[in-house]
T-cell receptor
Framework: TQLLEQSPQFLSIQEGENLTVYCNSS?????LQWYRQEPGEGPVLLVT?????EVKKLKRLTFQFGDARKDSSLHITAAQPGDTGLYLC????????????FGKGTRLHILP | EAQVTQNPRYLITVTGKKLTVTCSQN?????MSWYRQDPGLGLRQIYY???????DKGDVPEGYKVSRKEKRNFPLILESPSPNQTSLYFC????????????FGPGTRLTVT
């Protein structure tokens, strides 16, 4: 059972377009993180959200944690080729053990 | 420079030949973890360690061993590698709990023939 479902799995769009990536679960998480991974490298943390309904912005990237802390979204405005990469959400289940769970990722390709 | 290092970066080996992938961090982090990344399956946690001499199984621990004798090092041991352990492996560390930012190493691509 995949506890964190990411959608879409793949996304290829033109430079300048907007996009949203989703991370959904039936479980409640004490926090959710978004990482970006480029080919040949390890994931790098973009943001951590901890409060239900929380919205965080990182330049053109907007992250939201669902009110019930079961889901999160990543919205990119005016996508650029430099945004290309694998986006991973990860979470620690509320009241669970110390394991962190990763989604399978969304592979994003921005065409110039 | 704060970093997580892994060695080797690439390894091709044969079934049954014991191997160790080293992981070291210089940030005095307490939490360290090993993951494997496979196409279509994403990142899956193999083992993690909350502190020295404290290790626990992740989601896919079968066929792997770890040890945490020092805070900075967390080696991954494959006693008898099999082809289904061919994968991309990442070591990661964080200050305290896994909800803290995890710093990942550059990865080790292992092929078992």
């Amino acid at each position: 059972t995949q506890l964190l479902e990411q959608s879409p799995q793949f996304l290829s769009i033109q430079e300048g377009e907007n996009l949203t990536v989703y991370c959904n679960s039936s479980s409640v998480f004490s926090s959710l993180q978004w990482y970006r991974q480029e080919p040949g490298e390890g994931p790098v943390l973009l943001v951590t959200v901890v409060t239900g309904g929380e919205v965080k912005k990182l330049k053109r990237l907007t992250f939201q944690f669902g009110d019930a802390r079961k889901d999160s979204s990543l919205h990119i405005t005016a996508a650029q080729p430099g945004d290309t990469g694998l986006y991973l959400c990860a979470g620690v289940r509320f009241g669970g053990d110390d394991k962190i769970i990763f989604g399978k990722g969304t592979r994003l390709h921005i065409l110039p | 420079e704060a970093q997580v290092t892994q060695n080797p970066r690439y390894l091709i080996t044969v079934t049954g030949k014991k191997l160790t992938v080293t992981c070291s961090q210089n940030m005095n982090h307490e939490y360290m973890s090993w993951y494997r990344q496979d196409p279509g399956l994403g990142l899956r946690q193999i083992y993690y360690s909350m502190n020295v001499e404290v290790t626990d199984k992740g989601d896919v621990p079968e066929g792997y061993k770890v040890s945490r004798k020092e805070k900075r090092n967390f080696p991954l041991i494959l006693e008898s590698p099999s082809p289904n352990q061919t994968s991309l492996y990442f070591c990661a560390s964080s200050f305290g709990v896994p909800a803290d930012e995890q710093y990942f190493g550059p990865g080790t691509r292992l092929t078992v023939t």
